[in-house]
């Protein structure tokens, strides 16, 4: 029974050999002496193996020391080739470098001139800790200071590293492929400098990643891999791209003060650990586009100096932008971002970071907007919130422009299309294709031939696919679109005091000159009356220092200060020059010919709110024994203009000063209650962006 059972066996084992044989030495010995030539390049084939660097300590000995003497002899060192192999135990590139000593010529034909720039950074570095523990009476270690460099190619396609993968304080000049790896245990690469591409991708890492001060100078990828354990970037250099796109990250994320100088692809990522980009600094675009976070994003006093795309990402509890830097061309594109407001909390630099967000249409945006606004309110950043609700005011003005004059996809002319933005061949391919289908949103245009992304960011604020509504609405949406374009223009639609009151400032001296105008210059024939010069220069001066106020108030705060004045400039120039006009040209001869229109209340002197109050003194006699002509003959006349003025345009002045209602002519009186209908347009306007942009100022206002 027993040779039996051993017949049985025995075919059974040889039927099933294993899937990775183990290297022996002299397998090794021999690969070694025997590389392969692969590509016009020697290569060093160690696939497929089971290597164990575990068990026994002298075959890990002589591996290293086979291998390191085979990689350092020749002048093009090999490759090392692990693909598709299981190293068990810790496998330490150091031991496979070459020892050079930091300081002398010697490294300078081996590294790229960034590399050696590095180098003479690293070699100043390291000679300000020796003045520093000198200093401090540390003693130094006398041995010479060395570095380890890793001079070939490492392939390590489908590698599993069942134990620590050391590469830390090394200098790895040729390209590391790793795509697939599988690491078990930690990979430290803490100060390890990469003079060529790094290729992980779809690399699992089981362990942490342990790369702190590590320098990537080529283009660095890590899209694909799933980082089970955390890891720990911080202080890293990415000289290139760096791609974790598609990537899955957990556990402790540390990717602070790193330096990105090329692109940060972190699309499609998921993270499920809190990511700390705590004071990094990208040069180039950072990509966001799709990553969900299950945990905070920390972004605090990070630096940008491109745009940062959060399209359609989904945030977590928390997203903190406190102290960000944002560059002249550096903003947040975020649309189609989802975050809950009950569940998440948008921070950042109060004043600032509502400027930074950027969408760029209205339609499928409305709720994220909505969002962040209620976001910043709730945590009482009003300027914040105010801008954005600023921002979708104007993409509502840019959706119903467009809704107007933009151009029907499905009916437009081939010039209507050119002129909003396609080339003519594209036109023409449109054109040809609306034949066949019928376009029913604008993005479908990418289905035309000829017609690419860039062309339909181009054109998509200028075209639309149907065209709604009958005249009467068309009628009504460009009511509307001119009513949101004045509050938007005159005060950011409620958001800004600052612009709003340099309109006032402006408008106030305006009016308050062509009242005395109208008052004091009567006629010149028969008998001239004309104003004195003096009081001309008077109110000129005064008037003039409130309107240079305005300008200088409306000039900063207005986004468009040509729009904002040419807006203004149709309010109170037009009419009130036309009727001015009129005026001279009739002329005036009517009975208290030499007396002022303007009447004041003379039985009391007070700073008065005059919400309620007409420009028109009352008929009834017992108001008329109260009200009396104004001083023509006093020098401080001029400043009565400029109180009625106030009293018509901001419903507030310091004497209750109103025009006559006998021997008026009707022209004066259109002019005033022109101004004072204004005035009350504009008093409103007033009172509600006060109500938005100062906290419980409304509940004072309206209760």
């Known amino acids: 029974m027993l040779v039996m059972a051993n017949l049985v066996l025995v075919p059974t084992a040889w039927a099933a050999p294993p899937a990775h ?68 135990g810790e496998f330490d590139l150091q031991k496979l470098g070459q020892r050079e000593p930091l300081y002398g010529d010697t490294l300078a034909p081996l590294l790229s001139p960034e590399g050696l720039s590095q180098l003479k950074r690293d070699r100043q570095r390291l000679s300000q800790l020796s003045r520093l523990s000198q200093s401090l009476l540390i003693q130094a270690d006398r041995t010479t200071q060395d570095i380890y460099l890793f001079r070939g190619p490492l392939l390590a396609i489908q590698t599993r590293f069942e134990g620590r993968f050391t590469a830390g304080e090394t200098y790895l000049l040729g390209r590391v492929l790793a795509q697939g790896a599988v690491f078990d245990q930690e990979v430290y690469l803490a100060g390890a400098r990469f003079n060529q591409e790094v290729n992980w991708v779809g690399a699992e890492f089981r362990g942490r990643v342990q790369a702190k001060n590590a320098i990537f100078f080529a283009p660095a990828r890590f899209d694909q891999g799933t980082f089970r354990q955390g890891a720990n970037f911080q202080g890293a250099e990415f000289k290139d791209n760096a791609n974790f796109s598609g990537s899955q990250l957990a556990g402790d994320l540390n990717f602070s003060r790193v330096q990105w100088q090329g692109t940060a692809d972190f699309a499609r990522t998921l993270w499920q650990g809190t990511a700390f980009f705590l004071r990094d600094r990208f040069d180039r675009a950072l990509f966001l586009t799709e990553a969900r976070f299950e945990a905070p994003l920390i972004l605090r006093q990070a630096r940008f100096g491109a745009p940062v795309n959060l399209r359609n990402a989904l945030l977590g509890p928390e997203a903190d932008f406190g102290d960000t830097i944002f560059q002249p061309d550096a903003y947040l594109n975020v649309p189609g971002m989802e975050f809950s407001v009950e569940q998440t909390r948008l921070l950042g630099t109060p004043g600032r970071i509502g400027r930074a967000f950027s969408v760029p249409q209205l339609a499928g945006n409305e709720t994220l907007l909505r969002n962040l606004e209620r976001n910043f309110r709730q945590i009482e950043q009003i300027s914040d919130a105010n801008h954005i609700a600023y921002a979708t005011e104007r993409l509502r003005l840019k959706d119903w422009q467009r809704q107007l004059i933009g151009a029907d996809l499905n009916h437009a002319s081939l010039g209507a299309l050119v002129k909003a933005g396609f080339k ?156 001015i006009g009129l005026l001279l040209k009739k002329g005036r001869f009517h009975d208290q010919i030499h007396d002022s229109y303007l009447v004041e209340d003379g039985s009391m002197r007070q700073l008065r709110l005059l919400i309620a109050r007409l420009p028109v003194i009352p008929k009834f006699p017992f108001f008329r024994d109260r009200y009396t002509p104004i001083l023509l003959d006093r020098r401080w006349n001029w400043l009565n203009y400029l109180d009625f003025s106030l009293n018509n345009w901001l419903k507030f002045g310091f004497n209750d000063l109103r025009l006559r209602d006998e021997n008026v002519p009707g022209l004066v009186t259109v002019l005033v209650w022109y101004q004072w209908g204004l005035g009350l347009l504009y008093t409103a306007l007033l009172l509600w962006t006060l109500s938005r942009t100062i906290p419980g100022l409304n509940l004072l206002l309206y209760f």
């Open 424 to 579: 003519e061949s594209q036109a023409e391919a449109l054109i040809a294709y609306r034949q066949d289908k019928t376009i029913v949103a604008v993005d479908d245009i990418l289905n035309v031939k000829g017609i690419d992304l860039a062309a339909y960011v181009k054109v998509r604020d200028h075209v639309l696919a149907r065209r709604q509504g009958n005249w009467g609405g068309r009628l009504t949406l460009a009511l509307r679109w001119m009513l949101l374009a004045v509050l938007i223009v005159l005060s950011h639609y409620g958001t800004s005091f600052g612009l709003i009151f340099g309109v006032g400032l402006v408008a106030i001296p305006t009016f308050a000159g062509m009242f005395w105008f109208v008052d004091r210059y009567r006629r010149r024939t028969p008998t001239p009356i004309l104003p004195p010069v003096g009081e001309g220069l008077w109110l000129g001066g005064g008037g003039g220092l409130l309107l240079i106020l305005g300008l200088n108030n409306l000039i900063r705060a207005a986004d468009y200060p040509h729009l904002t004045l040419l807006c203004l400039g149709l309010l109170i120039l037009p009419v009130p020059l036309l009727l």
């Open 21 to 88: 044989p183990a290297l022996t030495l002299e397998v090794l010995r021999q690969r070694v002496a025997t590389p392969l030539q692969r590509e016009g390049r020697t290569v060093i084939d160690l696939r497929s193996f089971t290597i164990d660097l575990k068990t026994d300590p002298a075959f890990t000995t002589s591996f290293y020391r086979l291998l390191s003497h085979a990689l350092q002899r020749p002048a093009t060192p090999p490759m090392l080739d692990l693909s598709y192999a299981t190293v068990q």
